[in-house]
């Protein structure tokens, strides 16, 4: 009985140290994979533009374009690795059809503002990124942060915007996205337009 109780005890503290490792690990492969939607992402819309025939009113003709230009087809690459996902749905190539994937985890900028400095213009970022800097429990990472990522492709995960946004013209740090992006710059999720 007494060694029962110590396997308990021992495994009741081990479990939320499993836990935090596991959400580590989760951030880490978000954290790489929206580096590679943004490379991607840079590289399409400093070359090209939309097609005439795709007005943007949500991030999907964003997410279209992406996996239809350079096969960013996997759920995995628009949904953070902390939510349950049942299947990897694919976007077809051809037919532009998104399949399973029923929301993005993140919200996209367009026109990709290009000639803001690259390490500090922010091109997408992840859910729940509040006007005070601050994330909501909409973010994919509850309250306690979010991933912002530039336009040089390098991703940060931050409890508070401040720690990495900079007014996109005095370079001064601030909390609110509208600040870190050019006029004309909008914010796009998957239902629709946010600002």
Same mark, same amino acid.
Request: proline share 5%.
């Given at each position: *009985?007494?060694?029962?109780?110590?396997?308990?005890?021992? *495994?009741?503290?081990?479990?939320?140290?499993?836990?935090?490792?596991? %959400?580590?690990?989760?951030?880490?492969?978000?954290?790489?994979?929206?580096?590679?939607? &943004?490379?991607?992402?840079?590289?399409?819309?400093?070359?090209?533009? *939309?097609?005439?025939?795709?007005?943007?009113?949500?991030?999907?003709?964003?997410?279209?374009? +992406? &996996?239809?230009?350079?096969?960013?087809?996997?759920? %995995?690459?628009?949904?953070?690795?902390? %939510? @349950? %996902?049942?299947?990897? &749905?694919?976007? #077809?190539?051809?037919?532009?059809?998104?399949?399973?994937?029923?929301?993005? #985890?993140?919200?996209? +900028?367009?026109?990709?503002?290009?000639?803001?400095?690259?390490?500090?213009?922010?091109?997408?970022?992840?859910?729940?990124?509040?006007?005070?800097?601050?994330?909501?429990?909409?973010?994919?990472?509850? &309250?306690?942060?979010?991933?912002?990522?530039?336009?040089?492709?390098? @991703?940060?995960?931050?409890?508070? @915007?401040?720690?990495?946004?900079?007014?996109?013209?005095?370079?001064?740090?601030?909390?609110?996205?509208?600040?870190?992006?050019?006029?004309?710059?909008? @914010?796009?999720?998957?239902?629709? *337009?946010?600002?």
């Amino acid at each position: *009985m007494i060694v029962l109780s110590i396997i308990g005890i021992l *495994m009741s503290s081990l479990f939320p140290l499993g836990n935090k490792i596991l %959400r580590k690990a989760y951030i880490s492969i978000d954290l790489q994979n929206v580096h590679q939607v &943004a490379l991607i992402y840079s590289e399409v819309w400093g070359a090209h533009s *939309m097609p005439d025939d795709q007005p943007i009113t949500s991030s999907k003709p964003l997410i279209f374009e +992406l &996996a239809y230009r350079h096969h960013l087809n996997n759920i %995995r690459y628009y949904c953070s690795n902390l %939510r @349950a %996902r049942k299947n990897l &749905a694919v976007v #077809d190539k051809e037919g532009h059809d998104l399949g399973n994937l029923q929301h993005s #985890d993140y919200i996209f +900028l367009y026109p990709i503002p290009s000639d803001g400095s690259a390490d500090t213009t922010p091109i997408l970022f992840s859910k729940g990124l509040q006007i005070d800097g601050t994330w909501s429990s909409e973010s994919p990472y509850g &309250a306690s942060g979010g991933i912002i990522v530039f336009l040089d492709g390098h @991703a940060k995960f931050c409890t508070n @915007a401040q720690e990495v946004l900079v007014d996109y013209h005095t370079g001064e740090p601030i909390q609110t996205m509208q600040q870190a992006v050019p006029t004309g710059v909008h @914010a796009y999720g998957f239902n629709g *337009m946010l600002w």
